[in-house]
């Protein structure tokens, strides 16, 4: 990174390519003062932000390697500029406040027009971000998120949850840029990223940041390999995951087990079942949901220790569900409460939660001992001895800015982003704790900066039951893609979605589409959804059991290849379904694609995702010849092509040269 003056100002340049560019007449940093409102109502926030005052530092000064920066020539200096090298290719601008008055920053990066941007965590509507701006802020993900929408409006009228485009479990202040380069910014505030302007970037931070990195490479797959091991990469697939779907199940034991015994007779593959239910189950307005108190309900699995012992003598595991909150009605919060492991209010009592129709306590995780009581009592304790071999490591955006207190001190809006990637590390250490380390599988929603080190699995969130363009089956495609360039190698959805609201309702069509997608995803797992009796389930219908079984054989027949994908993420952390661009990159065409994707450098996927249609149009990027894989048709690339697509038949296409071929093409004999 270079530091060169120029005329009442300075560029900072790296590699050749102009990163900022800073004078008095048109300044690259500003900051300023802000008195934000955050309102959290079960997930979901409003937040808003009264700023006081946003002034530009025109100022600048030059001492050796260190940029001062004031508002004029007259006032003393606010920040110090430091940079700093990370390596030959890559460096750190050190932030340092000189005004602890300022509690809000604004910084320009240089952009073209023409520039594309990608990243921000998990992005659901946009995969790229250019033309809009992102705000970045762990929550509720909400439910239609398209203003427009009837589902959206009913949402934001019953329950504050309609949610908008930027909403996401997982936010990351980290972008990619096609000029091969990638900032991420060292702050777990209140972010807002925005990229609206022709000939700039702006990223605004609700504090003063600690520092930018920057990481510059001569291909995207090297960025993703510099930023994978720059945020931690994730264990291998336990073997396990390979034998088929996990199916998901929460009728009680009798009822779930024998419904998972009837798909193994009819042909489906099954790896695991996950009884999400395995603590009891508490009846809401919004459906059924868990009885969050964290420890095997008997009465509602009273066999649970030998049911899970035989299923592992027929290598099928059983997976469970935990959050980082008790519930106050049960039996583990008044034990908590003795040991003060809650996170408290003003007046030093439990800071409870509204979760819908019933209230939690937020077990804080930055008290050490809190930590150790999980980890033990819990996530060992009830789990891991019990022989459960997963979990869904649900939720981890709840916590609320506005009168909670944390054991280690720091303000709860700056915790805030920062919760998610704690409660990884606990789930990971107490596995970890155990020497079950990739053998056991948990999956996580919510994520932050440093998720990737812990969590060796995302899920996708909580979609709707259908197609919509901003909350069904195609988002789960753009959060694959989004995540996965910022070091996420593994990424799954809940097969048919989950959410059933306002008389939507999961079709069979809707659930085979799905099945589809999922058969080249990392892992499949089905999911009954919040209104199991209402919704279509994939044993209600001969046709669909068999559609899963036959789909079930190719995800097992695919093992050879998801393997060597694995490998390739340990060892450089390339995420196992990538944007068309990483292998293309000189075919523009790819840059916009969020509803494709590439299964490894090899397998094309093209996921159907509208209803009633029997066909379908690819784009197949250029300089490559493919195989359709379902008619061993040879087509030349670069071009748009439409291609029958029945159900079991989502258009797939490999390379011509691909060492896997012979693979791909017995695909069509596994499935019939």
């Known amino acids: 990174m270079k530091l060169n003056q120029i005329d009442h100002g300075f560029q900072i340049i790296q590699n050749e390519q102009v990163l900022l560019t800073h004078t008095s007449f048109n300044p690259a940093f500003f900051v300023g003062i802000g008195n934000e409102k955050i309102d959290?109502?079960?997930?979901?926030?409003?937040?808003?932000?009264?700023?006081?005052?946003?002034?530009?530092?025109?100022?600048?000064?030059?001492?050796?390697?260190?940029?001062?920066?004031?508002?004029?020539?007259m006032t003393s200096t606010q920040l110090i500029i430091r940079l700093d090298s990370l390596s030959p290719q890559d460096s750190q601008l050190f932030?340092?406040?000189?005004?602890?008055?300022?509690?809000?920053f604004w910084i320009r990066l240089a952009a073209q027009q023409e520039d594309k941007v990608w990243g921000c965590g998990e992005q659901m509507s946009y995969f790229n971000l250019r033309g809009r701006h992102f705000p970045l802020w762990t929550s509720e993900p909400g439910v239609g998120r398209d203003k427009t929408t009837e589902i959206t409006f009913l949402s934001d009228k019953h329950n504050k949850a309609g949610g908008d485009y930027y909403h996401t479990n997982y936010p990351q202040p980290t972008f990619i840029s096609s000029q091969y380069y990638a900032c991420h910014v060292n702050s777990t505030s209140y972010a807002d990223f925005d990229f609206r302007h022709p000939d700039y970037h702006e990223l605004q931070i609700w504090e003063i940041p600690k520092s930018l990195e920057i990481y510059t490479a001569l291909s995207f797959l090297e960025l993703i390999e510099k930023l994978s091991l720059r945020f931690g990469r994730q264990p291998k697939l336990p073997e396990w995951i390979y034998n088929g779907v996990i199916l998901g199940l929460k009728g009680g034991e009798e009822n779930s087990f024998s419904?998972?015994?009837?798909?193994?007779?009819?042909?489906?593959?099954?790896?695991?079942?996950?009884?999400?239910d395995w603590a009891g189950i508490r009846q809401t307005s919004f459906g059924k949901r868990l009885f969050w108190d964290w420890k095997w309900s008997k009465k509602r699995y009273p066999n649970l220790d030998n049911k899970i012992k035989s299923l592992r003598e027929r290598n099928i595991r059983f997976l469970a569900y935990v959050s980082p909150y008790l519930c106050e009605d049960g039996e583990l919060y008044p034990i908590a409460k003795a040991k003060n492991l809650f996170a408290v209010n003003k007046q030093g009592e439990v800071a409870l939660v509204d979760f819908g129709e019933f209230n939690c306590g937020v077990?804080?995780?930055?008290?050490?001992?809190?930590?150790?009581?999980?980890?033990?009592?819990?996530?060992?304790?009830?789990?891991?001895?019990?022989?459960?071999s997963g979990?869904?490591?649900?939720?981890?955006?709840?916590?609320?800015?506005n009168d909670l207190y944390l054991h280690n001190g720091i303000d709860a809006k700056l915790m805030h982003n920062a919760w998610p990637p704690l409660w990884a590390s606990v789930n990971a250490e107490a596995i970890a704790e155990k020497g079950l380390t990739g053998e056991i599988m948990f999956f996580m929603r919510a994520g932050f900066t440093g998720t990737q080190k812990y969590c060796p699995m995302l899920?996708?969130?909580?979609?709707?039951?259908?197609?919509?363009?901003?909350?069904?089956?195609?988002?789960?495609?753009?959060?694959?893609?989004?995540?996965?360039?910022?070091?996420?190698?593994?990424?799954?959805?809940d097969i048919g979605g989950y959410t059933s609201l306002f008389g939507n309702r999961r079709t069979k069509e809707v659930f085979e589409r799905w099945v589809d997608m999922a058969t080249f995803t990392p892992m499949?797992?089905?999911?009954?959804?919040?209104?199991?009796?209402?919704?279509?389930q994939f044993d209600q219908d001969v046709s669909t059991i068999a559609h899963l079984a036959r789909m079930t054989r190719i995800y097992r027949h695919l093992t050879p290849y998801l393997k060597h994908l694995v490998n390739e993420a340990s060892e450089k952390g390339y995420p196992v379904q990538r944007p068309l661009f990483v292998h293309f990159e000189q075919d523009k065409n790819t840059y916009d694609i969020q509803d494709q994707y590439m299964y490894g450098a090899d397998l094309l996927v093209s996921p159907v995702h509208k209803q009633g249609v029997t066909e379908w149009t690819v784009y197949l990027p250029a300089q490559e010849t493919w195989i359709n894989v379902w008619n061993q048709q040879e087509i030349q690339g670069g071009q748009y092509i439409t291609v029958p697509a029945p159900i079991g038949q989502p258009p797939l296409f490999y390379r011509k040269n691909s060492q896997w071929a012979e693979l791909f093409t017995a695909i069509p004999s596994i499935s019939s």
């Open 524 to 536: 499949m797992r089905t999911h009954e959804g919040n209104r199991p009796d209402e919704n279509f």
């Open 459 to 493: 899920w996708a969130g909580d979609q709707c039951v259908d197609f919509s363009r901003h909350d069904g089956l195609n988002t789960v495609i753009c959060g694959a893609l989004s995540s996965g360039l910022l070091g996420n190698a593994y990424h799954h959805s």
């Open 363 to 388: 077990l804080d995780f930055t008290n050490p001992e809190t930590r150790e009581w999980v980890k033990k009592e819990i996530i060992q304790k009830n789990m891991l001895d019990l022989g459960v």
């Open 259 to 276: 419904r998972m015994e009837h798909a193994i007779a009819q042909g489906v593959s099954v790896a695991g079942i996950w009884c999400e």
């Open 40 to 73: 959290i109502y079960r997930g979901n926030f409003s937040i808003e932000d009264s700023v006081v005052e946003r002034i530009p530092l025109k100022y600048s000064k030059v001492i050796d390697n260190e940029i001062h920066l004031a508002y004029d020539a």
């Open 95 to 104: 932030i340092e406040q000189q005004n602890p008055q300022l509690n809000r």
């Open 391 to 401: 979990w869904m490591a649900d939720f981890g955006e709840y916590l609320p800015t």
